[in-house]
């Protein structure tokens, strides 16, 4: 609206008064304050976000191997060796499981524990700060924390299953069974991600009129009602956000399966591989491509993502 | 409006004065080398606490070098060290050069040959595990300790099971986890940490070198791929050891570190065949974190027909081509590595000058001060085993293309043990890494 009025106002206005504008634009000097502002602020996002993001797309096209110089175009050889080796294949399936789980498990539980706290209560704000904790400890030290939990010899979980005479040997959770492992590991990134999916669709539910509420009960709504017609459907926004953001961090998953589990096929992400490729064959030219295949398959489902469950809602 | 034009120009000029900062900080990193050795301030990047402020005051106050230490946990170190390098960009004077990374290093030429610095002849004498640091004929690193995988046993526990002679031979050995388990001494009598990480490939080259064998060729060829082979031996020796109940099954996952601090050094194990070399001062004789002080010792390796040798996988220090100041590095590192600074740090001379985890000089006078004052725990074994058993793990030193191989090593064992794929399965994938790598 905005671009077709000013248009219209510009031609209708140059028409009337060319002259006196002409002499106007004539005699404004040149104001550099704006764009030397802005300046510091794109050069920064140039040379780090930009410049890297187009290196990696050109560099996963040549071959760039530390150890095998020079340089050279490769077309998609990069590409082709990455689908051709099983160990990658193996962790673009083992990925795709942890962003199946890790983004149902935590918009799930988002919505659950954002509608518990939708409505004030005592204590609400001690909870939520609570809440935050887990999303605000780095990856690494929760992977830590839960091997405590999990690990198969002296763990937490097998003694408390034990004390309860649940089960009579220890079990072993990581490592051993593919599935489970998968499972184990990405219960470590949803407990760091739930709280940030909860803000993000609390923030939704806040904006939700009570009158809807009540309007619909008295048209005789149930509770269960209500939270399908009502919050559901205008807390899409906030779920699609949160669902993104989830795409996002589980489709780039390192620190929880590196720390748990190691390189063992059982639970290598793609990140991990990309780390390997990169940092340990010195292969620089297939870690782009990994790179890339990466940053692509997170566009294409968080869009895939936002076509499904966004809708914008006016009140 | 004099005053608001003149905040914009001031304003103005001070945005534009950051966004050249910004320019600046965004074009190369690139150094140039000085050879000044005084009144210079160097960064040490290494996986270790740093020795007493006192020893590096000390260090500035003869010497005019002052050394900044970053210590950096040991995979973070490997990456920035390829970062760096690759963009060829200063990160450090001196850090880590693992056994594991010299054939890369040395290929791709990143450091600095130490015999441009140091009488590295000389220090061979000293030093035996300078051999692992020198392929090429090029020296790129100093051990700054002494580390090689030994067999460590709970002597408490198999005097339990009723063993007191201990096994020289590895079916001795096994015959006597046997034991230890058929008498219910303990559930699970062996430690190897099957996780799929590095612990996993040292302990299969340890277990192979007792066999009998090597795992590698001077061109890089398998050598293990016949069910005869050591090293086939070895690892079936190993995976039928988890199968057969002898190594607890929780170790599927657990790797090295993870494994001597939560079972061996409780007793809930009574042996690892390939542990590290300061483990029994450091760690099983400390009873903050064990619960079996004085109980456990060091074993000749058992072999085939007799002691078996050691491998050796110590660490180094060396000097990235990036160094702002190579000289002043290497004379850090001369003191560093010097027989009677090891000595101090180990805790010869007491414990204000111990460096923090640091256990087994690479200088054998070193070791021998710290054995004569009766300061190093199983001193006598240690010191022999470092001069007459201690090998490298690669002759030739480590291949350039060793951390694609090791991690071929320690997936395809880990899912032998954990029966997604059988012994044969698993030794044929590896020896098909080293194959294509090496060609």
Redesign the interface.
Known sequence: MTVIGSGTRHSVGSARDAKPKQARRRGRRFD??PY??V??LA??IV??ALVPAAVTIVESFFRVQ??NPPTVFDGLGNFRRLFSDS?ITASMGNTALYVVIGVILSTVLGIVMAVTLQRPFRGRSILIAVLVLPWALPGVVEGIVW?GIW????GLLNSVLSSLHLISN?H?F???NRLLTIFAVEMVQVWQMTPLSTLLILASLQNIPHELYEAAYLDGSSTWDAFRRVTLPLARPGIAIAMVQAIIATLNVFDQPYV???????GASLTEQT??VS????D?GEGYALSLLITVATLIVSLGVVKLVYRPVEY | MTSLRRTRTVLLAGVLALASVLAAGCSSGGSSASNKTTGVTITVALPTAPPPQASLDAFTKSTGITVKWTNIDWDSLQTKIAAAATAKTYFADATDVDWSRVGQLSKLNWFYPMENYLDTKSLATQMPQISSFSPNGHVIGIPYDASFLVTTVNKTLFAKAGITTMPTTLDQYTADLRQLKSKGVVQYPLNIPFAAAEGLSTYWYQTTAAFGGTILDGSGKPQFTSPDSPGYKAAQWMVDAIKQGLVPPGNINVPDTQAQQTLMAKGTVASTFADYSGNVGSLYNVPASSSVVNQVTYLPTPGVSGAGPNMSNPDGIGIPRQAKYPAAAAKFIEWFTSAQNQADFAGANGPDKVMPGYFLPSQLAGVTQLNDKGKLIGGDELSDLLKNSAKPIFQQGAPSWYPQFSKAVYTNLHAAATNSMTVAAAIKAIASTANELSS
């Open positions: 550099a304050l030397a502002l300046l510091p050069l920064f040379a780090l530390e150890l160990t091997t690990d198969s010899n002296t220890y072993v990581l490592g051993q748990l589990n190691g390189a063992a096929q059982t780390y390997f940092f340990q064959n010195l620089f």
